[in-house]
């Protein structure tokens, strides 16, 4: 039995990464009809199908959806109010160019806690491949640092989709979990960031494209928030999150 639930759960997988990647399906529907194939694999009678993919969908919604909307809100607040933008620049006028790699993950570190990792790529694109161009870097050299702190806050650290559904699904501490998540995500961040683009580089040296950077590097703008309310948006959550730990461990 257990043999047959792992086959069922790998082609669950496989089915998802078929239709998001080969055939275009939307992710949604992707992840219903991998449900699907998992389910009928695992041998869970038809007549059953439906009243158990929807009562898991809702209990999970129910737990971690007000959070993940929330966490979304938070973002998109940051975007459109040029915060984000404010810590990019901040942190990049400041920083040599040897240390360009290091900035780059720190820079993806403290923008992936409240925004989604699409979001985050879609922002640090443009300043990746402008950084790269100003101080006649490889692409890679920034862009594997960006992706890497983005991918480790995504992965490990609440309010992220797939952190909060494992708190849910195993009852685990918000707090506790954020906190370790963290910790856990500075070395996986300098190891598969600053340290293997350093590596990569040596062996894709792709330097910045003129025509992807368009009219240059991030707009100037007198409205934007300043450098500390925009931290301030951005750590709120988490000190609020770790707060409420310690004050249930007194």
Known sequence: MTTQLVLAAL?????????????????????????GVMAIAAGVPYTDLF?????????????VGLLIVLGSI??????????ADVIVDTIMAKTPVKRLPWAMALIAFVVGIPLFFEVGVVILIPVVMFAAKRAKLPVVLLGIPALAGLSALHGLVPPHPGPL???????ANLGLTLGFGLLVAIPCVIISGPLLGKLMAKWVPIPARDDFLGGGGPAADAKRPSFGAALTVVLLPVFLMLARTLVEML
């Open 74 to 83: 938070v973002g998109t607040l940051l975007i459109s109010s040029g915060g």
């Open 165 to 171: 559904i494992a708190i849910d699904a195993v009852g």
């Open 11 to 35: 082609g669950g997988i496989a089915a998802i990464v078929l239709l998001i990647v080969w055939l275009k399906v939307h992710p949604f529907l992707s992840l219903m009809a991998g449900a």
């Open 51 to 63: 009243a158990s993919f929807t009562t898991g969908l809702g209990s999970t919604v129910a737990g």
